[in-house]
């Protein structure tokens, strides 16, 4: 097998949206603050019986419904994700157990905000050399629960919710074969080195405690754009593709002028560009994912598009993948 192509797509969200206004009612902020620095107008916040596996189960159960098979036949579940039910085991196992297809390969994958490029790019790498035939590839997240809800620079940036596809191995996509479908190429990287600037102060081995979610927003931002710019020229040039083949792009979606000023970077025209940011916020893992099911759903990407995905996040860590549908 030479890699991996799309079956179908799916999403959850909590019940509970919270705007601007509500949370303006809450603490210092303003609507006209948040969509002025931001681009959020509202966000989906987990209640006391959602959590981040029952949002990856029902956005599963939808993807597989989407790609028209039987749960049974998945046999690798990778998901990812940085607020799992419980420090172990892993949330992908619940899910699994969930559908009903015991026996197969399960694990979450911690990447933060970029955890779905991450899960991607592993679940296309185990497909091609034979340890699965069907994976479901999951992004899903309640960062509602590590949110320090006084702390006015952070908690309006967030949302919960979940993304989920389902891949099979296939014959299509190899490099040189970039009309079939399939994923053509993918980069990740990650920098250790700017721990201290987007990361939660709590832990199982630390402090015992989950902790809340610091972040030096203005110094993210920066990073963000370069790096991201960065890696999507680096998967162009491995794709052999030039900027304009691509039809869409699906970001991670933290914030409107982080969209903007990557795809102005790299001459991607704004309407190429998907943007869920105002509806969900940052979903972290699951917003690429979410983000993708959305347009997939309204009709705007359709089978035989190329999607770029691309996502940067807490470590840092960031990757892109570009996948003919
Ligand atoms: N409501 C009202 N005022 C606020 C709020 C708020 N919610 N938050 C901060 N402020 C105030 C600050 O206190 C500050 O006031 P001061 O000038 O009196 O000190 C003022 O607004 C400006 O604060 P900055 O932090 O400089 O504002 P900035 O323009 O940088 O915007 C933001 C902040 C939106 C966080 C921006 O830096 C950003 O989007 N960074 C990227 C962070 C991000 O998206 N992280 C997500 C995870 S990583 C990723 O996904 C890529």
């Not at 199982?204 to 991201?228: C, D, I, Y």
Request: net charge negative; aromatic share 4%.
């Amino acid at each position: 097998m030479t890699g991996a192509r799309l079956l179908g797509s799916g999403s959850a969200l909590p019940k509970r949206v919270l705007t601007n206004a509500d949370l303006a009612a809450q603490i210092d902020t303003s609507d006209e603050w948040i969509v002025e620095r931001t681009g959020i107008r509202q966000r989906y916040i987990a209640g006391d019986d959602e959590t981040t596996s029952t949002l990856a189960i029902a956005a599963a159960r939808a993807a597989i419904d989407d790609a028209g098979i039987d749960a049974s036949s998945i046999d690798l579940i990778i998901l990812a994700t940085a607020t799992p039910d419980n420090t172990f085991p892993a949330t992908a196992t619940k899910v699994q157990h969930a559908l009903g297809c015991n026996g197969g390969v399960a694990f979450d994958v911690a990447a933060v905000c970029s955890g779905f490029l991450y899960a991607l790019a592993t679940a296309d790498s185990l497909l091609k050399t034979g340890m699965g035939t069907r994976a479901l590839v999951i992004g899903a997240e309640t960062f509602s629960r590590i949110l320090d809800w006084e702390d006015r620079t952070t908690c309006v940036l967030f949302g919960d919710g979940a993304g989920a596809i389902v891949l099979e191995a296939s014959d299509t996509g190899a490099a040189g074969d970039n009309d079939g479908p399939g994923i053509l190429a993918s980069r990740l990287h990650a920098d250790g080195g700017q721990h201290d600037l987007l990361y939660v102060d709590g832990g199982p081995s630390t402090t015992q405690t989950v902790g809340h979610l610091r972040m030096k927003g203005r110094e993210v931002f920066r990073h963000a754009v370069v790096n991201l710019a960065s890696v999507l020229g680096e998967v162009i040039e491995e794709a052999g593709i030039s900027v304009e083949d691509i039809d869409w792009v699906v970001p991670h979606q933290a914030n409107a002028r982080i969209l903007d000023a990557t795809a102005r970077k790299l001459g991607i025209p704004r309407e190429k560009v998907i943007i869920t940011v105002d509806q969900h916020a940052n979903t972290s893992a699951a917003s690429v994912p979410l983000a993708f099911d959305v347009a997939r759903r309204d009709g705007r990407i359709k089978s035989g598009d190329l999607v770029m995905f691309e996502a940067m996040g807490g470590g840092f860590t960031w990757g892109a993948s570009l996948m003919r549908i």
